[in-house]
């Protein structure tokens, strides 16, 4: 009886597992991180490549060792076919800066970060550089420094909020973006690069996910909400938000924008365009001062501007009115061309036109003020929603439950925003064009509509 009732369960169990199997698994295991995964070595990780306030004659590169490694140097030269350019490598000294914070539950890693400006660089040329501590060094990387020919073409790259299922997931968005775009000059991220501001491992995995294209194309990151948060869980420190500890040592961006929000708010001239970042968290009356008079004294031709909270949202119930009633007029007054933005975990893009000019029909051919787009490139996932009617702007695209990556590419009066999918299908696509007097001009690429779907939040 005992080896009969045994048959009968392994049949079943069989059986049952077959059916499984048969059905798909209903259930995500997500992965498990050990607490040391995002420890440091002697080896130099994290190499980031950041944007400068001249890319034309400069760069900004950070990395990360153990506390071991008490200083850094770089290599760096102009890169030929001939591999013997590394015999004519310049050697400098980086500034290299400890970091802990004991105070943190959730990162209580100690490194050393270093942080090196190249200068003097040559426009439009390519750069291959190395880092280490003059034993163990990075393999060499390549970048390419900005032209001085303000009409000259250049592609740049542009991605919503990573912030969730970072490695598993938002690796193979940035990784399909390289391989659409290869030469773009730059990666602007809108903010909620990670979930939890603070945590080691989430920022382990936002470098990891990147790899080498974080070592090769200039990163321009604006901080999100979730760039913010109390450094402790005690009540009291609860009601005070503070900037990730890692963002500043991490990233070496430009220092030209309000004073306190250095490397959160800043400009870039890169040819023909001024591309600012605001930070849409903190002081948006300073920044507003801060960008009227910026942007009275540009003669670039294309104003493209990212900051993370959108002026028209995306999702429903997530409205900011402050951002539009304190940001709007400015953006009108100087009529911004492109506003890139995250927060909603969906896809949005419409726009403001001048007076009586009408957005309907296919293949449209009209003038138009500022393009608001929003966009999402982890794996979290919003409801779409939100009327912007009511706020004085149309949207014209929208949909969820899809990663995306986005490649803007400017040529002279003319910009071409084309929107992907994380497996290269084309989403969506506009053309702004500069007239001699007046607003853009607006061209429709891609108007069919995908049906929204209502999507999973985590």
């Not at 001249?54 to 060792?65: E, F, K, L, Q, V």
């Not at 995306?404 to 064009?433: M, N, P």
């Amino acid at each position: 009886m005992t080896t009969r009732f045994s048959l009968i369960f392994f049949l079943v169990a069989a059986l049952f597992s077959l059916a499984l199997l048969a059905q798909g698994t209903k259930t995500y295991k997500e992965p498990k991180f050990d607490f040391d995964w995002s420890n440091p070595t002697v080896y130099p990780d994290r190499i980031i490549l950041n944007i400068s306030e001249d890319p034309a004659h400069s760069a900004n590169i950070t990395w990360r060792t153990s506390t071991k490694i008490k200083s850094g140097v770089i290599e760096y030269t102009e890169a030929s076919a001939d591999p013997r350019f590394i015999m004519n490598a310049f050697r400098l000294a980086a500034t290299s800066t400890s970091f802990q914070s004991p105070e943190i539950e959730e990162n209580k890693v100690k490194s050393i970060y270093h942080s090196i400006s190249l200068k003097n660089l040559k426009p439009a040329t390519t750069y291959a550089y190395r880092v280490g501590d003059s034993e163990r060094w990075s393999e060499w990387f390549q970048f390419t420094t900005a032209s001085e020919k303000a009409e000259e073409k250049f592609s740049f790259l542009y991605v919503g909020d990573a912030q969730n299922y970072i490695l598993e997931l938002w690796s193979r968005l940035i990784r399909e973006g390289f391989k659409t775009a290869p030469d773009a000059k730059f990666f602007i991220h809108a903010g909620d690069l990670v979930n939890n501001a603070h945590r080691e491992q989430q920022w382990h995995e936002w470098f990891t996910a990147g790899g080498f294209i974080h070592s090769m194309i200039p990163s321009m990151p604006t901080p999100g909400n979730h760039e913010y948060q109390p450094k402790s869980p005690s009540e009291e420190a609860s009601k005070y938000r503070s900037l990730s500890v890692q963002w500043n040592p991490q990233f070496n961006l430009p220092e030209n924008g309000p004073k306190g929000l250095e490397e959160t708010t800043y400009f870039v001239d890169y040819q023909d365009a001024r591309i600012i970042s605001l930070n849409s968290n903190v002081e948006l009356e300073r920044q507003a001062e801060w960008l009227d008079s910026l942007l009275s004294k540009t003669t670039k031709k294309w104003i493209i501007l990212t900051y993370h909270h959108p002026m028209y949202s995306a999702s429903s119930g997530r409205d900011n009115p402050k951002i539009r009633e304190i940001w709007k007029p400015i953006f009108d007054k100087y009529h911004v061309d492109l506003a890139l933005q995250g927060h909603d975990h969906s896809y949005a893009r419409g726009r403001v036109s001048p007076g009586e000019n009408l957005l309907e029909g296919v293949n449209l051919r009209d003038q138009t003020g500022t393009v608001y787009v929003v966009s999402v490139s982890g794996g979290k996932m919003y409801e779409v929603g939100g009327d912007w009617d009511e706020f004085g702007a149309q949207k014209e695209r929208s949909g969820g439950n899809t990663q995306l990556f986005q490649v803007i590419t400017i040529e002279g009066d003319r910009l071409l925003f084309e929107s992907y999918t994380a497996i290269g299908e084309l989403y969506d696509s506009f053309e702004l064009i500069k007239t001699p007097n007046g607003p853009n001009k607006f061209i429709e690429l891609r108007a069919n509509a995908i049906p929204e779907r209502v999507n999973t939040k985590k």
